[in-house]
T-cell receptor
Framework: DAKTTQPNSMESNEEEPVHLPCNHSTISGTDYIHWYRQLPSQGPEYVIHGLTSNVNNRMASLAIAEDRKSSTLILHRATLRDAAVYYC???????????FGTGTSLTVIP | NAGVTQTPKFQVLKTGQSMTLQCAQDMNHEYMSWYRQDPGMGLRLIHYSVGAGITDQGEVPNGYNVSRSTTEDFPLRLLSAAPSQTSVYFC???????????FGPGTRLLVL
């Protein structure tokens, strides 16, 4: 699976939008972009995924660049419960592994 | 549904001891996997299974064994624990290998 690059940490004020970037310049045409997050002392949980088009669900939105070499996870109104490490992962249609990387640690300031 | 469950939550071992970390899921998922997470790092895949009776190695398989006799259970065995295996271990399952993974709460292992 191709690798991703994310900032180590970001901060956001509570109730403001948060844009978490991810670069994946070596993405192939069939790689899905997945986002997971890990709350303190918990296992990772699924957030959202997409292939080419922007995606929305109850947790977040995923904006994918036209060339697919980068994507952005958007939390529309950050809450204290959104403080977590966010992982951007490329998932190939072949192969069996998720490569998690080190993710972005999001701090939400009250 | 209970989802993915792991036992024990915490374990202390002495070097050379053996133990089995248990993982079970009640979602009838075919794909199950084990990860370890060291402090300040992301998750690394140890072993995975695409169905009962089928297992394969991940990124860091040395020192660990797995088996998959049923769809529900996927135990991870440490044959001779080493301090380098001190970590948090997560089990995950998904309906198929490329689909959303559901993670258990983790087992914290300390090897002295």
């Amino acid at each position: 699976d191709a690798k991703t690059t994310q900032p180590n940490s970001m901060e956001s004020n509570e109730e403001e939008p948060v844009h978490l970037p991810c670069n994946h310049s070596t993405i192939s045409g069939t790689d899905y972009i997945h986002w997971y997050r890990q709350l303190p002392s918990q296992g990772p949980e699924y957030v959202i995924h997409g292939l080419t088009s922007n995606v929305n669900n109850r947790m977040a939105s995923l904006a994918i660049a036209e060339d697919r070499k980068s994507s952005t996870l958007i939390l529309h109104r950050a809450t204290l419960r959104d403080a977590a490490v966010y992982y951007c992962i490329l998932r190939a249609t072949t192969g069996n592994q998720f490569y998690f990387g080190t993710g972005t640690s999001l701090t939400v300031i009250p | 549904n209970a989802g993915v469950t792991q036992t024990p939550k915490f374990q202390v071992l002495k070097t050379g001891q053996s133990m089995t970390l248990q993982c079970a899921q009640d979602m009838n998922h075919e794909y199950m996997s084990w990860y370890r997470q060291d402090p300040g790092m992301g998750l690394r895949l140890i072993h995975y299974s695409v169905g009962a009776g089928i297992t394969d190695q991940g990124e860091v398989p040395n020192g660990y064994n797995v088996s998959r006799s049923t769809t529900e259970d996927f135990p991870l065995r440490l044959l001779s624990a080493a301090p380098s295996q001190t970590s948090v271990y997560f089990c995950a399952s998904s309906r198929a290998r490329r689909e959303t993974q559901y993670f258990g709460p983790g087992t914290r292992l300390l090897v002295l």
